[in-house]
């Protein structure tokens, strides 16, 4: 007698495995997710970095959003931009203060209030013939595990990090 089709046993066994195989593809998955959307962080702290350095070559002083051309990523705004997933904003005083906070939760990391930020300040300039250059710290305060390398993300002479 020849047999058509497949048992109920086997069935069950064929829907026990993809059942194992989402449990762990699906959380390693929404990992790759948050990685890929705060890998927008970095590049566009560079973008910042840059255009204050280019600023300070030109005025000779560090300068506001508008000032340098800079608008976070998402929105034309100067002054503070959402992408959905981060809120990039200036803080004013004596040196200029770049920050991003989450604006919704990434992994195992909750919705920040500050979580990645740059101080910018100008060095250089002392020995004849030398211009200014900006000299830019980095810190984190959650959410090393989605942008490891942010801590590194220094300009100028030091690689020394600030805490907000």
Do not use: H
């Not at 280019?54 to 508008?66: D, F, I, M, P, R």
């Not at 919704?104 to 200014?132: F, M, P, T, V, Y």
């Amino acid at each position: 007698m020849k047999k058509q089709g497949f048992t109920l046993i086997e069935l069950m066994v064929v829907i026990v495995i993809m059942g194992i195989l989402a449990a762990v593809a699906v959380p390693k998955l929404f990992g790759m997710i948050a990685k890929s959307k705060a890998s927008e962080v970095p590049t566009a702290a560079g973008t910042y970095i840059n255009l204050q350095d280019a600023y300070v070559v030109e005025a000779n002083a560090l300068g506001t959003w508008s000032q340098v051309g800079y608008t976070g990523p998402g929105t034309s705004s100067a002054n503070g931009s959402a992408t959905g997933i981060f809120y990039y904003k200036e803080q004013t005083g004596n040196k200029a203060q770049w920050v991003v906070k989450t604006l919704q939760k990434l992994n195992d990391c909750a919705i920040q209030e500050n979580a990645w930020g740059l101080q910018a300040s100008i060095s250089g300039g002392e020995a004849e013939g030398q211009s200014n250059a900006v000299y830019a710290t980095g810190g984190v305060d959650a959410c090393l595990d989605l942008t490891p390398s942010f801590n590194k993300l220094t300009s100028g002479r030091s690689t020394s990090t600030f805490s907000f």
